[in-house]
């Protein structure tokens, strides 16, 4: 059972395109996190959200929390080659440091 | 400062034999985990250390996988023997607050 749920698995779109990816969970989370991995390299941190409805954003990438934070989504605005990677959400269990992570949305921007 | 440094960083093994990965943690994080990461199920945590103790092996596939925190700056991952099926990139990361990835020990068991 994958308790944090990403959708889309895959995404091919045009540079300069908009996007939004989604990481979904049945169960509340105190905090989600949205990585991005490159080929041949370890997830990076890219944000923390932790409060219901909270909304974080990064340059064109905006981040929101669900009000009941048990979902999140990232949205991307005129999306660059450059954001081609693998997005990944992942959150505490058990309010512990146990952190797991969705299987991902493997993005690609095509130029 | 720089990072969690993982080793090998690629490994090619053959079936039944004994396979160590190796992490240095950051400098000052208190939590190391090891993940496993395939196209198949994604990255799933294997075990985590809390100050060198480990919290939760339940991540542990089976008793062939087996891990160490001698210390505060070095851990270990061992699979012996080892199969095709344990094929992955092993990934290590520490934390204090944020978590901290290195680069990966890809492995293929042959």
């Known amino acids: 059972t994958q308790l944090l749920e990403q959708s889309p698995q895959f995404l091919s779109i045009q540079e300069g395109e908009n996007l939004t990816v989604y990481c979904n969970s049945s169960?509340?989370?105190?905090?989600l996190q949205w990585y991005r991995q490159e080929p041949g390299e370890g997830p990076v941190l890219l944000v923390t959200?932790?409060?219901?409805?909270e909304v974080k954003k990064l340059k064109r990438l905006t981040f929101q929390f669900g009000d009941a934070r048990k979902d999140s989504s990232l949205h991307i605005t005129a999306a660059q080659p450059g954001d081609t990677g693998l997005y990944l959400c992942?959150?505490?269990?058990?309010?512990?440091?146990?952190?797991?992570f969705g299987k991902g949305t493997r993005l690609h921007i095509l130029p | 400062d720089a990072g969690v440094i993982q080793s090998p960083r690629h490994e090619v093994t053959e079936m039944g034999q004994e396979v160590t990965l190796r992490c240095k943690p950051i400098?000052?994080?208190?939590?190391l985990f090891w993940y496993r990461q395939t196209m198949m199920r994604g990255l799933e945590l294997l075990i985590y250390?809390?100050?060198?103790?480990?919290?939760?092996d339940s991540g542990m596939p089976e008793d062939r996988f087996s891990a160490k925190m001698p210390n505060a700056s070095f851990s270990t991952l061992k699979i012996q023997p080892s199969e095709p099926r344990d094929s992955a990139v092993y990934f290590c990361?520490?934390?204090?607050?944020?978590?901290?990835f290195g680069e990966g020990s890809w492995l293929t068991v042959v």
């Open positions: 400098s000052g994080h208190n939590s």
């Open positions: 959200v932790v409060t219901g409805g």
């Open positions: 992942a959150g505490p269990m058990n309010r512990d440091d146990k952190i797991i």
């Open positions: 990361a520490s934390s204090l607050n944020t978590i901290y």
């Open positions: 169960s509340v989370f105190s905090s």
């Open positions: 250390f809390n100050n060198n103790v480990p919290i939760d």
